[in-house]
């Protein structure tokens, strides 16, 4: 029973313009939310996180927001650029070590 | 180059022959984690190790043992290889939890006949 759910399989989006991948959870234990990118034939990469304790977290292109009431989580990116186009998988972790990762949304960034 | 390896990548065996796929990190990290990705599934934990001789099953350890005797190394066993083990394993390295990035191996392919 996945806990973590990253319900749009794919998602395809104009250079330029902004991306937005979505995230839900059931489990409320988990501390820390973390979203990788993965390219093809190469290991997963991190790019931002967010802890339980703030609602948005900012690096460059890329924010984070969490909504825990709703136990939602997004990423936004912008602009979106080519080198974009990857696997983006959230995941959720606590203090412990434990983690549990979405199923991955293949986002493809077109010209 | 700080980096996570693992070996070997490319692995064909056969049901039941025993087998280990290495993992190795240059970075001291404190903890180590094995994922495998499937299909639809993404990444889920096998095993974590939060030091050296702490082990702790993920969600899916069923099939694999693991070991911690050194900092720097985490292999992953699997005794008696079975065909629903065929995935894309991940190795992964931090220097502690929660909030902590991971850092990932390049990926062992395995397919068990």
């Known amino acids: 029973d996945q806990q973590v759910k990253q319900n749009s399989p794919s998602l395809s989006v104009q250079e330029g313009r902004i991306s937005i991948l979505n995230c839900d959870y059931t489990?409320?234990?988990?501390?820390?939310f973390l979203w990788y990118k993965k390219y093809p034939a190469e290991g997963p990469t991190f790019l931002i996180s967010?802890?339980?304790?703030?609602d948005k977290n900012e690096d460059g292109r890329f924010t984070v927001f969490l909504n825990k009431s709703a136990k939602h989580l997004s990423l936004h990116i912008v602009p979106s650029q080519p080198g974009d186009s990857a696997v983006y998988f959230c995941a959720l972790t606590d203090s412990w070590g434990k983690l549990q990762f979405g199923a991955g949304t293949q986002v493809v960034v077109t010209p | 180059e700080a980096q996570v390896t693992q070996n070997p990548r490319y692995l064909i065996t056969v049901t039941g022959k025993k087998l280990t796929v290495t993992c190795s990190q240059n970075?001291?990290?404190?903890?180590m984690s094995w994922y495998r990705q499937d299909p639809g599934l993404g990444l889920r934990q096998i095993y974590y190790?939060?030091?050296?001789?702490?082990?702790d099953k993920g969600d899916v350890p069923e099939g694999y043992k693991v070991s911690r005797k050194e900092k720097r190394n985490f292999p992953l066993i699997l005794e008696s290889p079975s065909p629903n083990q065929t995935s894309l394993y991940f190795c992964?390295?931090?220097?502690?939890?929660?909030?902590?990035?991971?850092?990932f191996g390049p990926g062992t392919r395995l397919t068990v006949l």
């Open positions: 992964a390295s931090s220097p502690g939890t929660g909030g902590h990035e991971q850092f």
């Open positions: 970075m001291n990290h404190e903890y």
């Open positions: 967010i802890s339980s304790i703030k």
């Open positions: 489990n409320s234990m988990f501390d820390y």
């Open positions: 190790s939060m030091n050296v001789e702490v082990t």
